[in-house]
């Protein structure tokens, strides 16, 4: 098993930064793909962002592109998301997401992911 607690999230004025963090345990986190996803009310669960298992790759959602960077340190287990020049539309909650698997073309789907974190609330304000 695989656990994973997110923390960092906040209500943030928009243009303003803020860096989220997901902290892994249970399994040698190095094995493990890693991705962000969001959901605002009543809206379905959306990608943000996704990270290769050694960092060398990143994937992101088109609306998020160029402002936030996702990461990860591997020696310290935890995989970290930083968002830039915060929207409004970013609200919403963030979950960490694992799989063992290797990232494929299906990267921006819940379904490539098996592991996931209880989410961290981000409220931006215009």
């Known amino acids: 098993q695989v656990q994973l607690v997110e923390t960092g999230g906040g209500l943030m004025q928009a243009g303003g930064s803020l860096t989220l963090s997901c902290a892994a345990s249970?399994?040698?986190?190095?094995?493990?793909?890693m991705g962000w996803f969001r959901q605002a009310p009543e809206m379905e669960r959306e990608f943000v962002a996704a990270i290769s298992r050694s960092g060398d790759n990143t994937y992101y959602a088109d609306s998020v592109k160029g402002r936030f960077t996702i990461s990860r340190d591997n020696a310290g287990n935890t995989l970290y998301l930083q968002m830039n020049s915060l929207k409004p539309e970013d609200t919403g909650v963030y979950y960490c997401?694992?799989?063992?698997?290797?990232?494929?073309?299906?990267?921006?789907?819940?379904?490539?992911?098996?592991?996931w974190g209880q989410g961290t609330q981000v409220t931006v304000s215009s």
């Open positions: 249970g399994r040698t986190f190095g094995y493990f793909a």
């Open positions: 997401t694992s799989t063992p698997r290797a990232l494929s073309t299906e990267v921006r789907s819940r379904s490539a992911y098996i592991y």
